[in-house]
């Protein structure tokens, strides 16, 4: 999956002899930048950025997605083509299973995968690190998810406390891995500190990669089977982009931490750093992963499309999915 990021204020994206370009003023005067031809999305990084109408619709007639982010990088709007495929097949079934127990085994499966990833991280972590203690906390997270596949799961809250609790030991972790200037102490959305807006603004990056997947395989992005149904809340994207979160944001951005600029200004992320943040994950989305399914390394913004097109396949038959196992 490839994503062309745009968040320099004053550029705009033209349309020119058959191409997409960037166009913004430098030192040297105005700077012309091609798009490249084969970028499965745009994300547009600033309220300050313009784009033709001409642009939209050769961006449209190529496949390509163009995703508006707000300052904390979550996606508030996107255009992308008129054309899905198995949408009426996928969505009749997904309307009629996901509210039964095929939702909730589906819950239980997603869960499951997101608590091994992240256990597969922290032994990521531990054996970059030389740090035997990390190999114990990486144990502890695989025992909660042995607790999430043997249970019954006939109330999500009982599925979300095991969740919580693997959350709990996985950021002790990262917080005893950062530099501790950063002053991350744990996650929390909402807080103000650098470590923590920048997973805001990966995971937002990370939702939009996983929104279109899903919509391309046909998927109602607002009925889920993990969170909780809410006008306007995306809720399988949030559902499925759990499977993803470790290895996609969480590995680049902790292996980065004493390198990376992180800088808030007034509130938020300055420019320069959400422009670093995302070249992080979207150049982790573009690094070949061993995938087990297929018995080779492929791309991980590949990988996210091919679970979005076997969930489908899966919802459509009523069979059993298996979540992404990540192999670090």
Request: glycine content about 6%.
């Amino acid at each position: 999956m490839k994503i062309y990021f745009v968040a320099s204020p004053g550029s705009r994206i033209v349309a020119r002899k058959g191409g997409l370009y960037i166009v913004r003023r430098g030192r040297d005067g105005v700077e012309r930048v091609a798009v490249p031809p084969d970028v499965d999305a745009l994300v547009i990084a600033s309220s300050r950025i313009g784009i033709s109408s001409k642009a939209v619709r050769l961006a449209a007639a190529r496949g390509i997605d163009i995703v508006f982010l707000d300052y904390t990088g979550y996606p508030i709007a996107r255009v992308y083509p008129p054309y899905i495929n198995k949408t009426i097949a996928t969505r009749v079934a997904q309307y009629k299973l996901f509210l039964g127990d095929y939702g909730k085994n589906l819950a239980k499966e997603l869960v499951y995968a997101k608590i091994v990833n992240q256990a597969e991280l922290v032994r990521y972590i531990a054996k970059s690190l030389r740090d035997e203690s990390l190999r114990e906390e990486a144990y502890r997270i695989d025992s909660v998810a042995t607790d999430v596949k043997t249970m019954n799961v006939d109330d999500l809250d009982d599925l979300r406390s095991l969740e919580a609790r693997a959350a709990k030991i996985y950021w002790q972790v990262i917080a005893y891995v950062l530099p501790k200037e950063l002053g991350f102490s744990g996650r929390d959305h909402d807080a103000k500190d650098p470590f923590n807006m920048a997973l805001n603004y990966g995971y937002a990056i990370l939702y939009s990669a996983c929104e279109k997947a899903l919509l391309l395989a046909g998927f109602d992005p607002y009925l889920g089977v993990f969170h909780t149904p809410k006008s306007g809340k995306p809720s399988l994207t949030l559902d499925f982009v759990e499977m993803f979160r470790a290895v996609a944001v969480d590995k680049p951005l902790v292996m980065n931490a004493k390198r990376v600029r992180l800088q808030v200004s007034e509130g938020r992320l300055d420019y320069e750093t959400r422009k670093e943040v995302a070249k992080l994950v979207l150049d982790n989305l573009s690094t070949s992963y061993f995938y087990s399914k297929i018995g080779k390394r492929i791309e991980l913004g590949e990988i996210i499309k091919r679970e979005a097109w076997e969930l489908a396949d899966c919802v459509r038959e009523a069979k059993e999915y298996r979540g992404f196992r990540a192999i670090l």
